[in-house]
């Protein structure tokens, strides 16, 4: 649990750091959710003193555009569904759905202006990616 924790100070010290100062780090998750955190709140994350809440962790994604914590937090989904029963059809069936997903989400994309479709492709890309992942996972633990 430690290094999970340890895991979370770092990437979130990684994303206060990205803002150039602890204020501008503040700012942005005010801004975003109507809050009044300060920067000596973000100083005792730095340093390991308090946690930092979900909520504020995914303002500061969302205005920096890097989401190091929600893919730790994918990864260890990822890892955790891994080891769950299945079968190579259902795999199969699986990274066929989302790359097909993905695909279209990446053309439309291309196409589109909207940071929305950006996202959107983004996530299915993510989807198709673990779809894969678990896949090498169950046939790397086959004998």
């Known amino acids: 649990m430690n290094d999970l924790r340890e895991q979370v100070r770092v990437q979130a010290a990684s994303l206060i750091k990205a803002f150039g100062c602890h204020e501008a780090a503040a700012e942005a998750v005010n801004a975003r959710l109507g809050t009044s955190l300060v920067k000596g709140t973000l100083s005792r994350v730095i340093s390991g003193q308090l946690d930092i809440s979900h909520v504020a962790v995914w303002a500061?994604?969302?205005?920096?555009?890097?989401?190091?914590?929600?893919?730790?937090?994918?990864?260890?989904?990822?890892?955790?569904?891994?080891?769950?029963?299945?079968?190579?059809?259902?795999?199969?069936?699986?990274?066929?759905?989302?790359?097909?997903?993905?695909?279209?989400?990446?053309?439309?994309?291309?196409?589109?202006?909207?940071?929305?479709?950006?996202?959107?492709?983004?996530?299915?890309?993510?989807?198709?990616?673990?779809?894969?992942d678990c896949a090498i996972a169950r046939l790397e633990g086959t004998p």
């Open 60 to 132: 500061m994604e969302d205005a920096l555009g890097r989401y190091p914590l929600t893919r730790l937090g994918m990864r260890r989904l990822t890892e955790a569904s891994a080891v769950a029963p299945g079968d190579f059809i259902s795999d199969s069936s699986s990274i066929a759905k989302e790359s097909g997903e993905a695909v279209s989400a990446l053309l439309s994309a291309q196409v589109s202006a909207k940071a929305r479709d950006r996202s959107e492709a983004l996530r299915e890309l993510y989807e198709a990616r673990d779809a894969i």
